[in-house]
């Protein structure tokens, strides 16, 4: 069965770094695109970034853009969110999520939560 599992999440302070990771496992890693997707009470869910299966595509929402990337090993079947630059408004629980293009999403991890605080 298709499971997606995230770690990485945790509190750092604002300007600091993450970097989440998703294990998947049950299918074929490299052929669907990827996804984080994120959770805040006040925001609700927000797509953050994806990558294409072979990794030479990819989409950043603007909020993030310079700060974050998204990368994938295909050999390890992992997802990869690196987070840089950290500010207060990217706490939320971050998804890993598969699906299609564009924004189609059938499977979804259990989550990871990112707090930045001071």
């Known amino acids: 069965q298709v499971q997606l599992v995230e770690s990485g999440g945790g509190l750092v302070q604002p300007g600091g770094s993450l970097r989440l990771s998703c294990a998947a496992s049950?299918?074929?890693?490299?052929?669907?695109?990827m996804y984080w997707v994120r959770q805040t009470p006040g925001k609700g869910l927000e797509w953050v970034s994806a990558?294409?299966?072979?990794?030479?595509?990819?989409y950043y929402t603007d909020s993030v853009k310079g700060r974050f990337t998204i990368s994938r090993d295909n050999a390890k079947n992992t997802l990869y969110l690196h987070m840089n630059s950290l500010k207060s408004e990217d706490t939320a629980v971050y998804y890993c999520?598969?699906?299609?293009?564009?924004?189609?999403?059938?499977?979804w991890g259990q989550g990871t939560q990112v707090t930045v605080s001071s």
């Open positions: 990558i294409h299966g072979d990794g030479n595509k990819t």
């Open positions: 999520a598969r699906g299609g293009w564009p924004f189609f999403v059938d499977y």
């Open positions: 049950g299918f074929t890693f490299s052929s669907y695109w």
